[in-house]
């Protein structure tokens, strides 16, 4: 098999002389040319597995589990964090997906439930707080008027 370059255009076979953009022509010609191969062309596929990142949640149960355990959600959330993160471990990625979104859910829960009950003693103890106080600066002043 010959695969040389052919040129068609020469000094012999055109009336004037070679210039830049038939060179050019020619070059591209040449490079785009199929050389002819007996052998079928082969492809390599390489399977690259994506590491899919599944987040367990299990410091943000933990968290919830000792601070804001309100309605024991927080060690509910904890334990769908565990099992995610087992399932996760075994190989099981949708398994491993799903406790986690129950885990996110139970955590947002706790969160908001524990930011609530948080807030609503902290106003119920300063406000019974004033209420006693006034209370007792009332005793004071009608026990004093009455001596």
């Keep these: 098999m010959n695969h040389a370059v052919q040129t068609v255009f020469t000094p012999a076979n055109t009336s004037h002389p070679l210039n830049y953009e038939m060179l050019k022509e020619e070059h591209e ?19 690259i597995h994506s590491e899919t990142t599944v987040p367990s949640h299990v410091v943000w149960s933990l968290f919830n589990t000792l601070f804001m355990n309100w309605c024991h ?32 859910c139970l955590n947002v829960c706790t969160l908001i439930l524990g930011i609530h009950v948080t807030t609503t003693l902290i106003i119920l103890f300063t406000s019974s707080s004033m209420i006693i106080f006034q209370a007792i600066s009332q005793m004071i002043k009608n026990l004093q008027g009455q001596q």
Excluded at 29 to 47: C, E, G, K, Q
Excluded at 86 to 103: C, E, F, I, N
């Design 29 to 47: 010609v040449a490079v785009l040319r199929v050389p002819h191969n007996p052998a079928p062309p082969t492809s390599t596929v390489i399977h």
């Design 73 to 104: 959600l927080g060690f509910i959330a904890f334990t769908y964090s565990v099992k995610s993160r087992d399932r996760k471990m075994v190989g099981d990625l949708t398994g491993a997906q799903a406790y986690a979104s129950t885990a996110k």
